[in-house]
Nanobody, 122 residues
Framework: QVQLVESGGGLVQAGGSLRLSCAAS????????MGWYRQAPGKQRELVGA???????NYADSVQGRFTISGDNAKNTVHLQMNSLKPEDTAVYYC????????????????WGQGTQVTVSS
C-alpha cells in the first residue's frame, strides 16, 4: 500500500519561511511526478508546484519566485521550500503523486498525503 507521509508546516509570521517534506513508502516504482496542492477554507484545492521525473518544475503564479520544489526521484521524496510567506498562503498543504501523466489535474492524482497545516499570521 502506497503512503505519502508529510512533515513540516506550522505557524509562521508573514515574511517568514517554512519547509515541507514528503516521503513515499510502499512503492516499488518511481512516480512520474510529485508535488504539492493546497486548500484554504472555502476554496478549491489548487496545485502549488510539481516536479517531474526528469526534473522539470512548474509553479502556480501566486508562489512563483517565493517557493521552490525539489525532489529525489530514486527515493520518491519531494520538498517544498516556502519563503516570503504571506497570510494568503495559509492552507492545508497536501503532498501528491502520480504514477503516470502529470499532476496538473487534481482528479488524476493517484496518491495523497494526509495534509499538513500552514498558517501565516499578519
Amino acid at each position: 500500500q502506497v503512503q505519502l507521509v508529510e512533515s513540516g508546516g506550522g505557524l509562521v509570521q508573514a515574511g517568514g519561511s517554512l519547509r515541507l517534506s514528503c516521503a513515499a513508502s510502499g512503492t516499488d516504482f518511481s512516480f512520474n511526478a510529485m508535488g504539492w496542492y493546497r486548500q484554504a477554507p472555502g476554496k478549491q484545492r489548487e496545485l502549488v508546484g510539481a516536479i517531474a521525473r526528469a526534473g522539470s518544475t512548474n509553479y502556480a503564479d501566486s508562489v512563483q519566485g517565493r517557493f521552490t520544489i525539489s525532489g529525489d526521484n530514486a527515493k520518491n521524496t519531494v520538498h517544498l521550500q516556502m519563503n516570503s510567506l504571506k497570510p494568503e498562503d495559509t492552507a492545508v498543504y497536501y503532498c501528491a503523486a502520480v504514477r503516470f501523466g502529470s499532476l496538473a489535474v487534481v482528479y488524476f492524482v493517484d496518491y495523497w498525503g494526509q495534509g499538513t497545516q500552514v498558517t501565516v499570521s499578519s
